[in-house]
């Protein structure tokens, strides 16, 4: 398939990002940021400065000769808040035309609040609360209507890099500034009480910091949820600290982000109070995941996307990825309620269970339980994740209560560990008795009552029963309470 790319030209960045396709969650194969600061010193001369531009024209000039040493034709080149504003972005924008030869679109600050948007229906297509992308001159908020579409937009000029000077120091009355956009936001009563999706480089990295100091089992900042409370505790903490105070995140901040931090934490904390979401919910997708949704077909945004990337995994890594849906239906008669949302995340792992095969035999376990946790699954919160990831754990042979999953069961009940050591356990019993093929599976059938598990085999196939598949038949009973027998039929 067809490359896709979006090249974005923001206040703090110029990136280039290069998507495998526009399927519904396809592989990004290359991704380069260069921090060009068009937007410093904004506030203060109207105008992006000769140093940043001649940087950024540099940068956009090596991305159009990118995009062609790899063959990509289908792309996007937009600018936001910075090229918008300044009174020089006109000249700027035909000089990226020329001199880059990118079609550059200069987008109104409500069609940024569409894409980024859009960026989170991406990921999350029945999202529903309010999406905030806090950019570097720039502030978007618009409303999901948790039925896959984006209604009420606004944008406000009230990015951090606005209040900063060109030596990086805070200029101006930022603070009332910013009281008196968020003040002017009328979408009180209406919109509360919701979720508040943030998206952003400088809200991720407030992320960062809360997982760092919870000490919490994942590092990825994509779905990452907290409470209203823990939210509001945070930000209020974080905006009254100095760079001084702050230069103590240096590692895992860099010391760029650092100097808008504090600012970035009051306005989502002015947000959060005005609008009285009830959780924030950080989003590693925004305006580019936009621009990549809204240029696939129809068809594939209808897409789940969560079973749309195990689906493609499972067909680039696995050796008979077309059976993840007769394996889910070979477990089915053991699990007539599932614990999650109807089987869609037992699905998942069916589709998933053969992708481990590659690596050696020892590690296999710890592989995939790692890729699911750290890789690009979309469509699904942290607790799903860790409920896919320690259901293959199980199935490549690993036990729970293990030091690999010592910290994902904290992402879990007590009932999902139950439900993830069954399911598990049903799926390694069923690669062993198929050697994972679909044709494998026709061979037996699983029964349950209320006493035992029953594996049904056609006697012609009898001999696939050996030690091995009586001893994980034997272990997915004592899972369930309930005794076990093979019958001949």
């Known amino acids: 398939m067809d490359k896709f790319a979006v090249v974005d030209i923001g206040s703090n960045s110029v990136r280039l990002v290069v998507y495998e396709s526009l399927k519904r969650a396809p592989y990004v194969i290359f991704n380069e940021k ?18 940043a531009m001649e940087q950024a024209l540099k940068s956009l000039k090596r991305f159009h000769l990118m995009l062609d040493k790899m063959y990509v034709t289908n792309y996007r080149v937009v600018a936001t808040s910075a090229v918008r504003e300044a009174e020089n972005g006109p000249a700027f924008a035909d000089r990226i035309r020329t001199e880059c030869h990118l079609d550059v679109s200069v987008i109104p600050g409500i069609e940024e609040a569409r894409l980024s948007g859009l960026g989170i229906l991406c990921a999350l297509p029945r999202a529903q609360g309010i999406m905030g992308d806090l950019g570097g001159g720039s502030l978007e908020l618009s409303r999901l209507s948790g039925k896959g579409t984006v209604e009420e937009k606004v944008s406000f000029a009230i990015g951090p890099l606005k209040y900063q000077s060109l030596d990086g120091e805070t200029i101006s009355s930022p603070k009332a500034d910013i009281d008196r956009a968020i003040n002017s936001l009328d979408w009180k009563g ?16 407030l992320a960062k910091i809360h997982i760092m100091e919870q000490g919490y089992a994942l590092n990825n900042v994509h779905h990452y949820t907290m409470s209203r409370e823990e939210a509001l505790t945070l930000t209020e903490k974080l905006s009254k600290m100095s760079y001084a105070e702050l230069i103590r995140y240096r590692v895992h901040i860099s010391a760029r ?36 949704y809204e240029g696939m077909a129809p068809d594939v945004r209808a ?14 890594t696995g050796r008979f990825s077309e059976h993840g849906k007769r394996m889910q239906k070979w477990i089915d008669p053991l699990f007539p309620n599932d614990v999650f949302e109807p089987n869609r995340l037992r699905l998942a792992a069916s589709i998933l269970s053969d992708v481990g095969w590659r690596g050696h035999p020892e590690y296999r376990a710890e592989k995939v339980l790692y890729e699911v946790l750290h890789g690009r699954l979309l469509g699904v919160n942290h607790r799903g994740a860790a409920f896919i990831g320690l259901t293959l754990y199980i199935c490549y042979g690993g ?29 390694r019993l069923g690669q062993r008795i198929s050697g994972g093929t679909a044709k494998g599976l026709k061979s037996a059938a699983l029964q349950m009552d209320d006493t035992n598990i029953l594996l049904n085999v056609k006697e012609k196939d009898a001999a696939l029963v050996n030690e091995v598949v009586m001893e994980r038949l034997s272990k997915l009973g004592k899972e369930f309470g309930l005794s076990v ?3 001949l039929k």
Not at 34 to 51: A, N, P
Not at 404 to 420: C, N, P
Request: proline letters at 1%; charged letters at 25%; glycine letters at 10%.
């Open 485 to 487: 027998d093979v019958r």
């Open 257 to 292: 982000r650092l100097k808008v931090l504090s600012l970035s934490a009051y306005i989502l904390n002015r947000l959060i109070k005005k609008l009285k979401s009830k959780r924030l919910i950080v989003s590693g997708y925004g305006l580019r995941e936009g621009l990549l």
């Open 34 to 51: 260069i921090l060009c600061g068009l937007g410093r010193g904004l506030s203060e001369t109207g105008r992006m400065q000769d140093d």
């Open 399 to 427: 036990k729970t209560g293990e030091k690999d999953t010592a910290k994902v069961e904290t992402l879990l009940k007590d009932t999902d560990i139950l439900y993830a050591n069954q399911v598990g356990l049903a799926l």
């Open 190 to 205: 209406n919109h509360t009480q919701e979720n508040f999706y943030a998206v952003g480089g400088s809200w991720r990295a």
């Open 303 to 316: 897409q789940d996307p969560l079973i749309a990337a195990c689906h493609d995994i499972a067909a680039n």
